[in-house]
């Protein structure tokens, strides 16, 4: 059974930072894209920043030069540094992994955490 178990959300005035960290747990054999996703309320679930097995990051245009996604292989974690933050990012962030556990690739995420940016 995989998991994925994310924290670090909160609350945080604007101009402000938090870090969020995914770990994955279980029978894991290798661990492909991860990916970091939010959702506000009334809104779509949105791609926020994504990172490859080889550590090549990729970028909502509305986060560039604020967030930095990262990961440690060996930890099987994911991270989310957020800097800058506004308003607009307040969400609910979930982790996504692609994760290759014995039977092949599928697609696995967090239970989500909770960020809120007060103005």
């Known amino acids: 059974q995989v998991q994925l178990v994310e924290s670090g959300g909160g609350l945080v005035q604007a101009g402000g930072s938090l870090r969020l960290s995914c770990a994955a747990s279980?029978?894991?054999?290798?661990?492909?894209?991860m990916r970091w996703y939010r959702q506000a309320p009334g809104k779509q679930r949105e791609l926020v920043a994504a990172?490859?097995?080889?550590?090549?990051?990729n970028y909502a245009d509305s986060v560039k030069g604020r967030f930095t996604i990262s990961r440690e292989n060996a930890k099987n974690t994911v991270y989310l540094q957020m800097n800058s933050l506004k308003p607009e990012d307040t969400a609910v962030y979930y982790c996504?992994?692609?994760?290759?556990?014995?039977?092949?690739?599928?697609?696995?995420w967090g239970q989500g955490t909770q960020v809120t940016v007060s103005s």
């Open positions: 996504y992994a692609e994760i290759h556990s014995g039977y092949g690739p599928y697609d696995y």
């Open positions: 279980g029978s894991i054999f290798s661990i492909n894209s």
């Open positions: 990172i490859t097995s080889g550590g090549r990051p």
